[in-house]
């Protein structure tokens, strides 16, 4: 008796809900579904349209346009004469920002210290802001120990880190000891450039005075540690390979990197120095001094080795600083881009339209409304479709336009396409939380960096399965939201529906709960 009285109270529930789902459905659920769904292939058509133009810009800077020492005046710096020494040699500048960088501080100041560069026209700075004072003590001590072979190397320290990394390069530039620089080259500290880096990248700046910057191009030395270092390095591939070398062709302009790249100290000066108001102090300084006219170049065969990020945990605080900070930058900058007389009507459509709007802010929200809201929620709506164009024929053309970057990992893609749609969620929380300039918007956390940590460990001890409490660290509650709700989206067009989404939304499913138990990256959470 009780038993048939709570099935019947369960089936009165599940009908009056199936009624009031239908009673809303047709006024008010599938118009807004409706428009959402012409909004974001809007969207997705702007983001086509500007993949598509870089591609084809890519094939005539190949094919037609001549290299970077050929559309500017480049000579090669002579080798040190014994009668005038190193007089012809400009005095460089390089600055190595660190934070507790325990496993690759002695890489990165090695790295810096071997340029081949006369040794006393090369200054070169670490800018420690660690709180570990054993960390500190370290560092000073390998500073000494290279000073001891005859380097101008100094170890500067701050009272507070106030402005992080841009508070930390501005106080660099204010010693007197760097007044004669000409120029400062900035890396990270899990940067290790080639010793013949300023050989190549300086005449650039010697012979052309409208030259503020020299970038160089990122290389990976851990891009086969694990799944989650080769998506990245899709992305990034991507990033020099198109979007730096478009911006540096057509308008001279693109977003320094904040680090493997030379400055004009007088540009920087121009510009107005460095500034800390947002977590993208590279890009900010970049916008100022292209709004005064100075133009940048990127010569992609300059490589500087670096580490990307192999932890899920130190790859979303990166993701979310990169997100959030380009949309408060826009924010911030929109109007004095606008109100600008130095650059043409071309360059400023290009850097607020292109540059910010379109790969800033619309291309990390489309990819997480579209494909991971909208078109799930089109399966439980049937009357409202999406056209195959939208849903499946331009999302292949782009993915297949972001793999030039990186042949080698075609076979991924699809994948890649999963795991951007997981990290699409933290972009977009991020973007809006810049635009509206709310409570993360200047969150700074250093990415941390292993080193060799992984390698060592490895020889040290046999390898044992990380493994890590339930709670804490290890759960990651929203992308574990995310795969409960894409989960009933495919049961539910599984069951009742007619279109085969479910297999996409199903793989989606996957990766979102994979990412949210952790296993991402080369260690599981504890």
């Not at 990020?309 to 606008?338: D, Y």
């Not at 009357?383 to 793999?403: H, K, R």
Request: hydrophobic share 45%.
């Amino acid at each position: 008796m009780a038993e048939s009285t709570f099935q019947a109270t369960a089936s009165d529930i599940a009908g009056q809900i199936g009624m009031m789902w239908e009673v809303l459905k047709a006024p008010l659920l599938v118009p807004l579904l409706r428009a959402a769904v012409y909004i974001c292939l809007v969207m997705e058509l702007m983001l086509f349209i500007e993949r598509l133009y870089m591609g084809i810009v890519i094939v005539i800077v190949k094919l037609f346009m001549k290299k970077p020492d050929k559309r500017y005046k480049w000579e090669p710096m002579a080798d040190d004469d014994l009668e005038i020494g190193s007089a012809d040699f400009p005095k460089v500048l390089v600055q190595i920002p660190m934070f507790n960088e325990r496993e690759v501080y002695k890489i990165s100041i090695g790295a810096a210290c071997n340029l081949s560069w006369p040794s006393d026209r090369l200054v070169i700075q670490v800018l420690d802001d660690s709180t570990d004072p054993i960390i500190k003590d370290m560092v000073e001590t390998e500073c000494l120990r290279w000073a001891s072979k005859g380097l101008n190397i100094t170890y500067q320290i701050r009272e507070s880190r106030g402005g992080y990394k841009a508070g930390a390069l501005k106080e660099g530039l204010k010693h007197n000891y760097v007044k004669d620089c000409e120029y400062v080259v900035i890396f990270d500290a899990d940067f290790r450039p080639e010793p013949d880096f300023l050989r190549r990248s300086i005449p650039f700046l010697v012979h052309n005075p409208e030259i503020a910057l020299v970038q160089g191009r990122w290389r990976f030395v851990n891009a086969n540690e694990c799944l989650l270092t080769r998506m990245q390095e899709m992305s990034l591939d991507y990033h020099f390979t198109v979007e730096q070398e478009v911006g540096s062709s057509t308008h001279a302009f693109f977003g320094f990197n904040g680090t493997g790249g030379i400055w004009r100290i007088a540009a920087i000066n121009e510009a107005g120095g460095w500034k800390d108001r947002t977590t993208v102090e590279d890009m900010d300084l970049a916008v100022r001094a292209s709004l005064k006219g100075w133009k940048f170049v990127y010569l992609g065969d300059l490589q500087v080795k670096s580490e990307l990020p192999s932890t899920f945990k130190a790859f979303r605080f990166q993701q979310h600083r990169w997100s959030c900070g380009p949309a408060n930058l826009f924010r911030k900058m929109v109007m004095e881009i606008v109100r600008n007389k130095r650059v043409n009507v071309w360059k400023k459509f290009y850097v607020i339209y292109s540059f910010f709007f379109v790969r800033k802010i619309i291309a990390h929200m489309v990819t997480f409304f579209f494909f991971c809201v909208v078109l799930p929620l089109t399966l439980l709506v049937p009357e409202v479709e999406v056209p195959l164009w939208g849903a499946i024929y331009i999302p292949c053309i782009i993915t297949t336009l972001n793999s030039v970057g990186t042949p080698r990992s075609i076979h991924l893609l699809f994948y890649w396409i999963l795991f951007e749609n997981v990290m699409a969620f933290h972009r977009t929380k991020a973007t809006f939380i810049g635009l509206l300039e709310a409570k993360r918007a200047n969150e700074w956390v250093v990415t941390e960096k292993l080193g060799d940590t992984l390698k060592n460990k490895e020889k040290s001890k046999p390898a044992k399965k990380a493994r890590g409490p339930l709670f804490g660290d290890r759960i990651l509650p929203q992308e574990l939201g995310f795969a409960v709700f894409l989960f009933f989206c495919g049961l539910y067009d599984v069951l009742y529906g007619k279109r085969v989404y479910f297999i996409y939304v199903f793989l989606q499913v996957i990766t979102f709960t994979i990412a949210g138990f952790g296993y991402v990256g080369t260690i599981v959470p504890s």
